[in-house]
């Protein structure tokens, strides 16, 4: 059978690394594929020689087990996706008409019935086969075909209008982390319910599998509450910027269908201005020289009020919100404003606190963490609550974000506490030139630990806050930055060489140029066949 040789070439400055992740120097590299190069990369991938030709008008998705409504959305959103997109300009090798075979259909076999949302420790695991006898994608569950199914839309080449091709493959997929996250921060700047979406999307081309929503902070309350309206109206940027309850349903129902969990973030007792901006007394009074200065400080963790209203409000964010856990938050506390107000002085005396306001966090935090565990709810916290000594429940997620991270990890794990590595994946924080490998070369395995230690390690999240980003540049600066993290959490711990991923990274984010994301570029001066046009 003769070979079909693609020519894809895709020219940009890429460095040499060295041992410790830096660039030494610049090297222009051409890259020349016979197949598409998944990302991220499976855990076991071959391809062979043989060539399948696939006609756009005649190929389709057929579900040969189990089947919902996720699934056939996945079908009808990837025969867009493949072969919907305008015409790839590619170059091929003359002898490119003789083909192995056609193909027609992809047989997804789900072996189990559809769970109705997505989850933490679902199976996300999948085998596919592409050979003479035709094309196969089997899964235990939806989640794993999801998977399956985008990674068969990454190896399929455009020849022309109406002609793709296929390389026969064999691939055994799973993820290495089951929490593979992304945060969006939407307080500091608000991003519309379509930028939003962009994301998912985005995130699912990538194999992400939660979405955490730092829906609000100091600076904006864009959440529209039922119960307390009033947080919106008043602390909002106006009323154009707030998500309303039927937007956040339309963004967590757009996520379930591509396997995307949906983690809302209402931090406390800090980063909460916007909160009392509606709620009396809720944050704590601030005084100078024994007076009222007009300032506020953290939630006032001394009135039975300020209990009263969480209990309510996270009531509510319990049933808006149908992921099995609440991410509390819990970081950066300034204590100033607590150490000034006399009333807060003397109830840590009366509770023998002295004049420790790490314990008066404790008492808060414990109080929160008691309300949300009695809605039956796991939760997610910043590792502050841990680092100042907080008890909570076996199953808390203790998210590590501070310096330092191989030493939290340890120690958050050594307390038998479930760990998330946030720390060296904040894509806010950016450099001038090829940044990505500094991504790529932090591992959530690499600190000193137990094998036990190290199971407790969940996954991670890279993080994009919103101080600088907002609708006209969040997307093309998180992509395919963010992508980077994505392989580091789903393909294998050997998976870890720059140089061998920056040809399967350069063809990711021309693809997802070809697929209608601004993805910036990422390893210098370079092109993609089809080039990014704003839409007109």
């Excluded at 060295?18 to 598409?36: D, I, M, P």
């Excluded at 994301?199 to 730092?214: D, E």
């Excluded at 309350?221 to 339309?250: C, L, V, W």
């Excluded at 980063?271 to 953290?298: A, E, F, M, V």
């Amino acid at each position: 059978m003769a070979v079909v040789i693609c020519f894809l070439f895709v020219h940009f400055l890429i460095g040499l690394v060295s041992s410790n992740g830096e660039y030494q120097k610049e090297k222009l590299v051409s890259v020349s594929a016979t197949t598409g190069m998944p990302w991220p990369l499976p855990q076991q991938y071959s391809s062979t020689p043989d060539v399948y030709t696939i006609n756009r008008n005649a190929f389709k998705f057929k579900a040969t087990g189990q089947s919902c409504d996720i699934l056939e959305s996945a079908f009808f959103r990837y025969q867009t996706i493949i072969f919907g997109m305008r015409e790839e300009t590619l170059k091929f090798h003359p002898k490119n008409s003789l083909k192995a075979g056609s193909l027609t259909v992809l047989n997804v076999n789900v072996k189990n019935k559809c769970d109705r949302y997505p989850y933490l420790g679902m199976d996300e695991s999948y085998n596919l086969t592409i050979s003479a006898t035709g094309a196969t994608l089997n899964s235990n569950s939806v989640w794993g075909a999801l998977r399956g199914i985008e990674t068969f839309s990454q190896l399929v080449l455009q020849q022309d209008t109406n002609m793709f091709f296929v390389n026969g493959t064999t691939i055994s997929d799973y993820p290495r982390f089951q929490h593979r996250g992304l945060l969006l921060d939407t307080s500091r700047h608000f991003l519309d319910v379509t930028i939003i979406k962009q994301n998912l999307l985005a995130m699912s081309q990538s194999k992400f599998n939660v979405f955490h929503w730092h829906i609000v902070d100091d600076q904006s309350f864009p959440y529209t509450s039922k119960n307390f309206p009033d947080m919106a109206s008043k602390g909002a940027y106006d009323s154009r910027h707030i998500y309303t309850q039927d937007q956040i349903a339309e963004i967590i129902e757009f996520a379930r269908i591509l396997g995307i969990r949906v983690i809302p973030e209402f931090d406390s007792p800090g980063h909460s201005q916007s909160w009392g901006k509606s709620i009396t007394d809720l944050l704590t009074k601030c005084y100078s020289g024994g007076k009222r200065n007009g300032q506020y400080g953290p939630v006032d963790p001394t009135l039975e009020t300020s209990y009263g209203f969480l209990s309510k409000f996270f009531a509510e964010i319990g049933r808006v919100f149908p992921d099995q856990y609440i991410h509390l938050g819990g970081d950066e506390v300034n204590f100033d404003c607590w150490k000034s107000n006399p009333n807060v002085t003397a109830f840590m005396k009366q509770k023998g606190f002295g004049t420790d306001y790490a314990k008066l966090e404790e008492y808060y935090v414990q109080r929160l963490l008691d309300i949300v565990g009695g809605l039956k709810k796991g939760y997610m916290i910043w590792q502050e609550v841990v680092d100042n000594g907080a008890k909570v429940k076996p199953d808390t997620v203790v998210e590590v974000w501070k310096r330092g991270y191989l030493q939290e990890l340890y120690k958050v794990t050594s307390l038998g506490y479930k760990a998330l590595l946030s720390s060296c994946w904040y894509l806010s924080d950016i450099a001038y030139g090829i940044d990505w490998p500094n991504f790529y070369n932090c591992d959530p395995d690499d600190f000193f630990g137990t094998a036990e230690q190290k199971k407790l390690v969940i996954g991670g999240e890279v993080c994009m806050w919103g101080e600088y980003v907002d609708n006209t540049n969040v997307l093309s600066r998180t992509w395919p930055r963010a992508s980077v993290v994505a392989e580091r959490l789903w393909s294998a711990q050997s998976v870890k060489d720059a140089n061998a991923a920056a040809p399967r990274l350069e063809e990711h984010r021309c693809r997802m140029i070809k697929r209608g994301f601004p993805a910036e570029t990422v390893n210098g001066p370079g092109f993609c066949p089809q080039e990014y046009a704003i839409p007109v």
